[in-house]
């Protein structure tokens, strides 16, 4: 891990909004790109070394293949067939599980032993693919979960109360998907609960709350809708997710994890959950105590889940 050399698989708009993301904050300091279309691949390399005259530090960034995993600290994962409008991500679940056990197995015969993030949706069930087909431990492979989806709700909730949101610290928990939740009992605002700061508040109400989180559940589809596809966001979440592995920061971000007995819900499946991430990547799980309706909700999810990873034999 001492050099950082990330490897993206997948150049199209999730892939470069990550790689333009960590041009600009000198995350790496050396970038590859892979695209079965490897001519796209060298013109989005050519594009970004162009704007390095501009960029916080000096970085390589080229095209290559996959023998350029070896030496990988990071390969992130973002291949995989868009979504369609209407589209839920469970239903890209069978086109995508194919496409990622070829790339993953590519990426195994290059001797990499590294940390795998996956970004392909749906997430949860396509990093446990990953898992399996890896052979790693759970703790190098990585969704990006639901580390979006809780950028989104600290979003919505800063713009409510008219705080900053990088001061406010609440969960989406469960599937990156349809059946994720908010973590209600266990989000606060700065260090105060937000059930207290609902209280001392009249203009903001519970209900409120509840419109917040079909917001953000909903909110892929609405940017679908008006401009077919969502990338930036998930491009900056992944850079967190990047530099809090290679930078050692042991930072807790809800990630797609493997739930191996810590949480009361289905086990042997990768779902939301908050966890901190240093340089071996997982180090471990947070178990937070959720309330009955949280922990319904999370089984819930679970079994979804299951239910999905049974119907592709794994």
């Given at each position: 891990m001492e050099k950082s050399k990330v490897v993206i698989v997948g150049t199209g708009f999730v892939g470069m909004s990550y790689a333009y993301a960590l041009v600009n904050q000198g995350a790496v300091e050396d970038l590859v790109l892979i695209d079965l279309d490897h001519e796209k691949a060298v013109g989005e390399a050519m594009d970004l070394n162009h704007g390095l005259a501009f960029a916080p530090r000096k970085m390589t960034i080229r095209a290559g293949n996959y023998s350029e995993c070896t030496d990988a600290s990071i390969v992130v994962i973002t291949a995989g067939v868009n979504q369609k409008e209407g589209e839920t991500r469970i239903e890209l679940l069978n086109r995508n599980a194919k496409i990622m056990k070829i790339v993953v197995n590519n990426i195994m015969k290059s001797g990499f032993d590294g940390i795998i993030v996956v970004a392909s949706?749906?997430?949860d069930v396509l990093a446990y693919v990953a898992w399996k087909e890896s052979g790693l431990p759970t703790s190098r492979v990585i969704g990006s979960g639901t580390s979006l989806d809780t950028a989104r709700l600290r979003y919505e909730i800063s713009k409510m109360i008219n705080i900053d949101s990088r001061n406010i610290h609440a969960y989406i928990l469960g599937e990156h998907g349809d059946s994720e939740f908010v973590?209600?009992?266990?989000?606060?605002?700065?260090?105060?609960?937000?059930?207290?700061?609902?209280?001392?508040m009249d203009e903001i109400n519970f209900e409120d709350l509840d419109k917040i989180y079909l917001k953000v559940r909903d909110a892929a589809q609405e940017i679908i809708k008006r401009k077919k596809a969502?990338?930036?966001?998930?491009g900056m979440a992944l850079v967190r997710i990047t530099s809090a592995i290679l930078n050692n920061e042991n930072r807790i971000m809800p990630i797609s994890v493997l739930n191996d007995g810590l949480y009361s819900c289905e086990s042997d499946v990768y779902i939301g959950l908050p966890a901190v991430l240093n340089r071996d990547g997982v180090h471990h799980p947070i178990k937070l105590s959720l309330s009955i309706d949280e922990e319904h909700k999370l089984k819930k999810s679970a079994i979804i889940l299951k239910n999905s990873l049974k119907s592709i034999g794994y």
């Open positions: 949706n749906p997430v973590s209600w009992s266990n989000s606060h605002i700065g260090a105060k609960p937000i059930v207290d700061v609902i209280n001392t969502t990338y930036y966001g998930i």
